[in-house]
């Protein structure tokens, strides 16, 4: 059993910046790959930034200038520095993590709500 523990997210004005963390407990040996993902209502659910246990990192174009990605190992938590928000950002933001590069090794956060307006 693995859980995710997601504080931030929150309300930020437009061009605003904003941290958002995960961390990872439980039956966890090793991570493949960490990760977040968002979903705004009425839109599926879009990958936001994945980052490999090797660094190698998957950004959505959308955000590509203006977040960043981290993962520290020592603590199974992954950050997602945001920066310069827009109002299309607003979602709700789940962490992901993969223990193994095979499937069925998926959990997910809870999520957190980020809205971006003024």
């Known amino acids: 059993q693995v859980q995710l523990v997601e504080p931030g997210g929150g309300l930020v004005q437009p061009g605003g910046a904003l941290r958002l963390s995960c961390a990872a407990s439980?039956?966890?040996?090793?991570?493949?790959?960490m990760g977040w993902f968002r979903q705004a209502p009425g839109k599926q659910r879009e990958l936001v930034a994945i980052m490999s246990s090797g660094a190698s990192t998957n950004v959505a174009d959308s955000v590509k200038d203006r977040f960043t990605i981290s993962l520290d190992h020592g603590k199974n938590t992954v950050y997602l520095q945001m920066n310069s928000l827009k109002p299309e950002d607003s979602a709700v933001y789940y962490c992901n993590v993969r223990l193994k590069a095979t499937p069925g090794y998926d959990y997910w956060g809870q999520g957190t709500q980020v809205t971006v307006s003024s």
């Open positions: 439980g039956s966890i040996t090793s991570i493949y790959q």
